[in-house]
């Protein structure tokens, strides 16, 4: 959430910090902003409420010229989404700068700060950063130094982006709890929250580490850790081009990602396979030693992630090892008892989700047998702060509403309970071997099944009409399958704006049988499984009660259409890979609905995609 870019350049850059904050759009925001230094050496800003293309019409308008910015992008946290608390902020005419997370002890520098004359015109905690490095300044101190001297005092968890109008040729930046990385150029050099913000400009990258400081000009590039040391980090060239972030033939983002899920699927499995076997060395280079110790996992995460965690557990235990899957931001605030020889596994699609990021830190303490990342950026901190890491190789992912990051961290989870379950199979080593060959060859037929059930769209839209004078909507699905429905309400509660849930179908007669008539659509999911006759039951009491019913069922199942039932035959599949498969029609249903309501469809309200604060 919040987006940064900066740049320090030969040409005008508002533009090209322009451009940066579109492919930010995705993280979520309610304003947005810029800053120059001008060739007079002063502070031009614009700021506006709204989209980015507020902000271009500023531009257009009144052009801002100069060679040294930060822009932004703020999704609001202390104080309303206003103009006036839209960054970038000011101190003085002198220092501006540009925050994402939150500083948490801001409150204690306000008295000092107003008695030393300073008046603040925002209600953020940002803005008491730029006036506490003003006042920093004026004890004689330059940039650098005055900007190392505040970074220690600040509690929380941010990535800023400071300019200073009396050295204009630089850009210093702080990176802490929030991702923030380093655009090489030559003769010029940028910072961002997100790579993919500077594609068109950058194709390497030096990602900050915790507690960096990045002095930037345009030759230079120094990096300070959290003792005041110069230190070298890593510079990567990526693969990705700049045309990345483009719909395509699309309406959408969410509509492009829904419809690469089996090519992403198909990537997150590729190199994992030889004549049937799964790598365990795809885990990392001590895997096989630490999964050999492994008797139980506890997998956190948040959100979406949750979901996929939910399902995991299903599969772990039916294959003999004990699972607890928890949300990340419960997890790190009670008491908790670790159980020997856990294997601690995180989820997260950016890999920078402050709570995940949290539990993971509190985890490494706690006595867990070892941790694990399962997640779609490399560079990311949860990757690089775990032991073991199986990266899901999804993509970019730009709708705020998570699609493939499910799919594809589905997929890494079966490849995880397939490898645990070798080393802890109580059926002896030739069963498991047979069962993983099996599985196998399941999982590679999967990216095919995948394209059958997105062939379904054209019907999926018509039953979206269902939909469009509707309020409210309960989701069903028994075992494995129930954590799907929870998703497929999540999805559609996200950008429908319908009020959505999701129950066990078992569940139904112990409350929310009372919530049903005519009213509410109710989506139940039918795989052929052992227990689809106990589903069967759940909906005839739904029937009973005047229900509507939409189910996604699997051909063989002896279902029919009727007055108040809607059947959407699904092709037949296996039952570990079927959680996947079922996933696809929700992702289509959701975003029809959405369409049809007329809601912005990438960036729902209120939502963005990195959740980078708690």
């Excluded at 739904?542 to 189910?551: D, H, N, Q, S, Y």
Aim: aromatic letters at 6%; glycine letters at 8%; a negative charge.
């Amino acid at each position: 959430m919040c987006g940064i870019v900066g740049a320090v350049a030969q040409r005008d850059v508002a533009l090209i910090l322009l451009e940066g904050l579109k492919r930010l759009e995705y993280r979520g925001y309610d304003s947005a902003g810029i800053a120059v230094i001008d060739g007079q050496q002063q502070l031009q800003r614009h700021r506006a409420l709204g989209k980015v293309r507020e902000l271009q019409h500023l531009l257009q308008a009144q052009p801002l010229l100069g060679t040294t910015g930060i822009a932004h992008t703020r999704w609001a946290t202390h104080g309303k989404p206003t103009e006036y608390n839209a960054h970038p902020h000011f101190s003085g005419q002198e220092i501006a700068l540009v925050h994402n997370g939150i500083i948490e002890n801001y409150e204690s520098f306000r008295p000092q700060l107003l008695k030393q004359g300073y008046q603040f015109k925002s209600e953020t905690d940002s803005e008491v950063v730029a006036h506490l490095l003003h006042s920093h300044l004026q004890t004689g101190k330059n940039f650098l130094q005055a900007v190392q001297e505040i970074a220690p005092k600040l509690e929380g968890a941010f990535a800023i982006g400071f300019i200073d109008t009396r050295e204009p040729n630089r850009i210093i930046a702080i990176r802490r709890g929030c991702p923030l990385v380093i655009g090489v150029g030559i003769g010029e050099h940028f910072i961002a929250s997100d790579q993919l913000a500077l594609l068109p400009v950058a194709h390497q990258f030096i990602y900050l580490e915790e507690g960096d400081i990045a002095d930037l000009t345009r030759d230079q590039i120094h990096v300070y850790d959290l003792n005041g040391q110069r230190v070298e980090r890593a510079m990567h060239t990526t693969s990705l081009t700049h045309d990345v972030a483009e719909k395509g033939k699309f309406r959408h983002f969410m509509q492009k990602e829904i419809f690469e899920q089996p090519k992403s699927v198909l990537a997150t499995m590729e190199g994992r396979f030889s004549r049937g076997h799964i790598l365990e060395e795809t885990f990392g280079l001590q895997a096989a030693t630490i999964f050999e110790q492994v008797k139980r996992v506890k997998i956190v995460a948040c959100g979406t992630s949750y979901h996929a965690g939910m399902v995991a557990r299903n599969w772990l235990e039916e294959a003999g090892i004990p699972c607890q899957v928890e949300i990340a931001s419960e997890f790190r605030y009670r008491a908790t008892v670790v159980e020997p020889d856990t294997l601690f596994v995180t989820l997260s699609q950016s890999g920078e989700t402050a709570d995940t990021l949290g539990a993971l830190r509190l985890a490494k303490n706690s006595g867990f047998l070892a941790t694990m990342a399962i997640c779609n950026v490399p560079e990311s901190s949860l990757v690089r702060e775990s032991e073991l890491v199986l990266m899901t190789s999804a993509g970019p992912e730009i709708g705020v509403a998570s699609t493939k990051a499910f799919t594809t961290q589905l997929t890494a989870l079966l490849l995880l309970t397939a490898v645990l379950s070798r080393h802890h199979s109580a059926n002896g080593k030739k069963d498991q071997a047979k069962k993983e060959l099996e599985l196998v060859k399941q999982m590679q037929n999967l990216p095919k099944q995948l394209e059958q059930v997105l062939a379904l769209d054209p019907t999926i839209k018509k039953l979206a009409k269902v939909f469009a004078d509707k309020h409210h909507a309960l989701f069903l699905g028994r075992g494995v399958h129930y954590p799907i429905a929870l998703e497929g309400a999540l999805k559609l509660k996200e950008i429908s704006y319908i009020h959505a849930e999701a129950y066990p179908a078992g569940e139904l007669k112990h409350g929310p049988l009372a919530l049903v008539d005519d009213e509410m659509p109710v989506i139940a999911l039918a795989p052929n499984d052992e227990l689809i006759e106990k589903l069967k039951s759940n909906l005839q009491e739904v029937r009973a009660r005047g229900g509507e019913l939409i189910v996604f069922a699997d051909e063989e199942v002896a279902l029919e259409n009727g007055n108040g039932v809607r059947i959407i035959p699904m092709p037949k599949t296996d039952r570990l890979i079927a959680p996947i498969i079922y996933t696809i029609p929700l992702q289509l249903l959701a975003y029809h609905v959405a369409v049809l309501k007329g809601t912005d469809v990438d960036q729902p309200r209120n939502l963005a995609k990195s959740v980078t604060v708690e």
